[in-house]
């Protein structure tokens, strides 16, 4: 018999308004000692009265928004009652009938294939409470995290592997962070998603018993368990010869790589939901909600296209671009540079004529630079794009002075490491560190003869047949002229002269 998996996902976004869901308390707990943000309101104690945050309600609508989903023009807050000690009034604020937004959808790519992914809604409530666990077997409880605003975002059943799902959770990430609601660190519980996963046969549209697989915190954990959930219940299929005969919970042991066993899975009927009393229902003006929309930014698939079309990116390259908005920036401000440059070179044509005219080669630049050269140092030092010293400016100068053979390869790293460093002008360390290109073939042409001179081994071995001696020679050049030569002119220099 052969299977196809049906997944979907239940994700978490805490959202980082400056106060909680319903109450005053600072929403930066995390950074705070235990039990220090918090109030009579994300306690639960008696007679307290719950005020909405009006900031997180219309970050809520811009989500839905941008993933594409309709607003309704009423939505309400419930009760949904459950014990555990993580939660103070034995019940969470949430939406059960009446979420903010409805049937929307995000479409991903994997392995070269769009793939639409629907979303049966999102909806707002409050977080709950942290617990701890220590070595001695003891638990604690922080409050802190508690009353924090948190969407929950279901998708339909529509994902088919655990790739399809761990790129859709980067790509909500990504969305996520551009709308600059969430800074969405799974590692900070910023993101979280509980994995829902049934098999079937092949062809059959049903939908059997699944598993809904908790304590999800990284992407690689999500694809992990999955795979681990798929393999688990193909193996009940095949001993049995049908399908679970239960709905259940597991959770994901990282230590073990494997899921267990938890409870049965709780349906909508065991948390009685019924409207919060104490909330008044949303009203959802049309004109509100298109105000909204107006000010989402652009979305990283919208700048994906864009990059490509416009500057004639590769698409991994624009991918890369778009994982950081800050850095999709930063290379927009090198290239409106680099056009400058290419229009001073001729101003009888325009800057988009050269742009398109050079669109490639210009690509090719500035991916090399910033994607390998610059990125690897910025990695290096753990630091993010928005902190680097290197202005868009100076960045340009340097792409400019390696592109007009100013200054070699070799040599342009060493000034884009020092810029890095210091923040200098590229030109300024080209000067003080004399880096300049060798301009002087008759210098180098002293050289290559000094070096043939030098090392009569070398040469003997290559006029003997061994060609990769050559390398050796080059290097030897470069090293007598400071790294100032052309490597490849040295290369071609003493190729004629070995002859």
Partial sequence: MELESVIGLEIHVQLKTRSKMFCSCSNTGENEDPNTTICPICLGHPGVLPVPNKQAIEWSVMSALALNCEIPNHSKFDRKHYFYPDLPKAYQISQFDEPIGINGYLTIVVSREKRKIRLHRLHLEEDAAKLLHDKKGQSFVDYNRGGTPLMEIVTEPDIRSSEEAGEFLRELRLIMRYLQVS????????????????????????????????????????????????????????????????????GWDENEAKTIEQRSKEGSADYRYFPEPDIPGLDFNKKWVERIRATIPELPANLRARFIEQYGFKKEDAKIFSSDKDLAEFTEQVISELRAWLVSQDPDATGDEILECDKKKLAKLVSSWILTNL????????????EIKITPENMAELITMAHTSKVNKTNAQAILKEMFKTGSDPSNILEEKDLGQMQDDGSLDEIIDSVIASNPDQVEQYKSGKTIVINFLVGMAMKESKGKADASQALEMLKIKLK
Wanted: charged residues 30%.
């Fill in 183 to 250: 800074d969405a660190d799974m590692e900070k519980g910023h993101l979280r998603c509980d994995a829902n996963v049934s098999l079937r046969p092949v062809g059959d549209e049903e939908l059997y018993p699944k598993t809904e697989v908790k304590n999800l915190n990284s992407f690689k954990a999500v694809e992990k368990a999955l795979n681990y959930e798929i393999k688990r219940q193909t193996k009940v299929w095949q001993d049995s010869g049908k399908a679970p005969e239960e709905q259940g919970t597991r």
């Fill in 375 to 386: 990125l690897g140092l910025v990695r290096a030092a753990s630091l993010p794009i928005s």
